[in-house]
Each structure stands twice: as C-alpha cells, then as structure tokens.
C-alpha cells in the first residue's frame, strides 16, 4: 500500500498520518458526469475509504468527449453512469470501497444516507440547482464539510464550504449569480472541467487528510478562453439570519422539498413555485408579516403583491407563488424560503 501512495505520503502536509486518515474516510459524491467522474478517479487513486457515487443517467456519446471513466462500449451498452464509473474505478484502485447508487438525488434519499452511515465530505457533480441546494441545507444539518463545483463552456466555478465556519450557498446566492445556463446549451470543453476539478480534489485532500485549516477561503471562478481568473473574499457574506446556516436554521430545502413545485413560466421572466400541500395562503397573516418589516403591497381578496430586491412576488390564495424578474429557479426559491419559508 505504501509503495502505491509513496508520491502522496512524501508531499509534507499529508504524509503517512494524513495517508492513513484518508484512507479510512468516506465521500459521497453526487453526480457522475464529467465533474463527478474527474472527482472520483483523482480520489480513488489517492486512496480514499469508501468512495459512494450516485447518478440517474446512462452513458451516452456526447460524454466521451469529457466524462473520463467512460469507454465507446460503455455507451453502446447505455450502461448506467455510477455503475460505469464503479467497474473502471475498481480496476484503477481494488483497495477502495465502491458503492454505486442509480439513483435520483431526493432530500428523502440524501438525508437518509447520511442517517444511515458516517460522510466526511459531500462533493458536489451534479448540473442541477435544486440538488445543490439540498446538499447545502443536508451539509449544515449533519455538519458535512462539501465542495461546490460547476462549469460551462470554458467557465468554472468553486467554493468550499465548511459548516460553522464559511458562508453557505444560500448566503452566497443573495449577491452571486450562480445558475444560468447548462452545457445542454452551451457547450462545454474538457479543460474547463479539469480546472474546477483540480480545486474540488485539492480541497477534498486538505478535509480528508486533517488538513481542513487550508482550506481555500475564496470563491473561484474562471474562464480559460477569455483567460480571466477571479478570487473572491466572500466571508463576511456568512448570514445570521440565513434560513440553512444562520442562527435558527430551517433547512428549507430538505423540509419543503419534497412540498414544491416549481416551474419556470415560458416567455416570461417568472418562476413559478406550488407548494404541493393543499391548503389556502394566510393572506391577512402575510399582510401583518409585511407590514412589521415595513415592505408596501398591494392586494385584492385573491392575492398579495409585493415587491423586494428588485423581484415581484405574487402570493396566491390557492398557496402559489410567481416571482418575476428572474427565470433562474434557485433565485426565486431563495426568495421564496425568505418570505414564505
Ligand atoms: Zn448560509
């Protein structure tokens, strides 16, 4: 064993003893796409515990191209992603513990995972914003240091967040733009993925090895093409009052989850969100809510407008809710969970 990691012990800040604390950690990693696939081959080479892996696609040709665990047979076969990524991780490194789950990522299957056996580390692979946000509300809850990581055509971004200690995502979201567009859109080139990768696997050995006092304090964002690099302080962006890391935490996101549904309307900058729970809005008791913090509204015996942040939002007796001004889902649920959360 030691002859295999010899490179990674003799790099001083890890050593045998950093070694040996990652050998015995478990980091669940959410997403097998082209972050998720960089992610899990530099840890299993690196020899991490467990390695649990979870994604709902198959293999198909357009992921050649970056998803570097996948082979042509792969996506001839259609294979499941996180059953792919198990076969090849597991003859890059046999010692590792590897468990693949094909599997939707709810706040129900998270939250029970993390129940139900130790995680030093989330990180996150996934395209999709909701995931996200339940990562973020599952990670503070259970105290789950985790890796946010994204990229789109030559642009990458990334944050660590330590629960406790950094800003969380949803602090971040008030004042950084973080959605926008996917590479179903877009595009994307590999080198792009390799950079945030590089970041989300660094971090991952400084939390893994005992090392989480180097952990990057910046958000980074990139873009190889247009060669522009970017590191933002965004400490003092760490909220007391944010309903997933503040004070008096909610979780919005693994508490109404599964409650919501959302729906960005076509042709208008509006998002839509329908509790999924039947049952009336309070309109007077919104009304006197506004009122104490002193934001003007308007309303009729239907609905409740009101504008804040430079978004309408429209409450509806029947209980949904319109934001206009956006048509960025995690933006308006953010919104949301602040006034009706
Ligand atoms: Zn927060």
């Known amino acids: 064993m030691m002859e295999r990691y010899s490179r990674q012990t003799l790099f001083a800040p890890i050593g045998e003893d950093g070694q040996k604390q990652i050998s015995t950690k478990h980091v ?7 972050l998720g696939t960089g992610n899990a081959e530099a840890l299993v080479r690196a020899g991490v515990g467990k390695l649990t892996v979870i994604d ?13 665990l996948y082979s042509e047979q792969d996506a001839q076969d259609k294979l499941p992603k996180a059953v792919a990524a198990k076969e090849r991780l597991q003859k890059i490194n046999s010692e590792v ?35 996200r946000l339940i990562m ?9 240091p985790w890796v946010y990581g994204a990229c789109v055509g030559s642009y990458g971004i990334t944050f660590t967040i330590l629960p406790g200690e950094t ?39 400084k939390i893994l090895s005992g090392n989480s006092k180097d952990c990057r304090k910046k958000l980074v964002s990139f873009d190889l093409w247009k060669n522009q ?25 693994i508490s109404f989850e599964n409650q919501t549904k959302t729906a960005v309307l076509c042709g208008r900058d509006s998002v839509q969100i329908r ?25 009729n015996p239907y609905l409740l407008s009101f504008e804040v942040e430079n978004h309408r939002l429209v409450a509806f007796k029947d209980g949904r809710v319109l934001v206009h001004g956006t048509k960025e889902i995690s933006a308006a649920k953010s919104l949301y969970y602040r006034y009706f959360g």
């Open 229 to 253: 690099y970017v590191a933002v302080d965004v400490q003092k962006m760490k909220d007391a009052a944010c309903p997933s890391c503040g004070d008096s935490p909610t979780y919005p996101n």
């Open 28 to 34: 669940l990693l959410i997403g097998a796409g082209a």
């Open 56 to 68: 709902r696609d198959y293999v198909e040709w357009s992921n050649l191209q970056r998803q570097q």
């Open 167 to 205: 800003p969380c995502l949803s602090c971040l979201l008030k004042t950084v733009p973080l959605g926008g567009a996917t590479c179903d859109t877009v595009g994307i080139i590999a080198p792009a993925v390799s950079m945030v990768v590089s970041h989300q696997v660094a971090e991952a050995l």
């Open 136 to 144: 973020n509300d599952i990670a503070q809850k259970y105290e789950i």
């Open 97 to 131: 513990e590897i468990v693949a789950l094909v599997n939707d990522v709810t706040a129900e299957s998270l939250e029970k995972l993390v129940q139900e056996e130790s995680v030093d580390l989330l990180l996150d692979a996934t395209d999709n914003f909701d995931i």
């Open 275 to 299: 509790p999924s729970h039947n049952g009336e809005r309070d309109l007077p008791e919104l009304k006197r809510m506004l009122q104490t913090q002193g934001i003007q509204f308007e309303s």
